[in-house]
């Protein structure tokens, strides 16, 4: 399960690189987005990987780690703010200078 997860946060990372190094704007706030969500299941898998595991601490021997997931949540609605706010700086962008390479110039051919 754990090399499975692992495997998974790795396919995200490098897919959300590759779209980081591409040379227009909107792959580049999805290479955010998908980074963003690799980094919301790593704290995830920090409060350990168990299953029907209650929240609680006290009412059984073993117990999930509640931090992680309150870390996740919080994550989870900044990256949502800071997607729309780069969206919304990408298409003002784009309206200005007519271009939707991050540099703002096409390259030459």
Do not use: W
Request: charged fraction near 15%; charge should be neutral; glycine fraction near 10%.
């Amino acid at each position: 399960m754990e090399a499975l997860y692992a495997i998974t946060l790795g396919v995200l990372v490098a897919s959300g690189v590759y779209l980081l190094l591409r040379a227009r704007i909107f792959p580049v706030v999805l290479g955010l987005t998908l980074i963003s969500y690799a980094v919301n299941l790593f704290l995830f898998a920090m409060g350990r990987l168990v299953t029907g595991a209650p929240a609680v601490i006290g009412k059984s021997t073993e117990f999930a780690d509640p931090l992680p997931q309150a870390l996740v949540l919080t994550a989870i609605v900044i990256g949502f703010a800071m997607t729309a706010f780069v969206l919304v700086l990408a298409l003002r962008g784009m309206g200005e200078l007519r271009s939707d390479h991050v540099d703002g110039q096409e390259p030459r051919q």
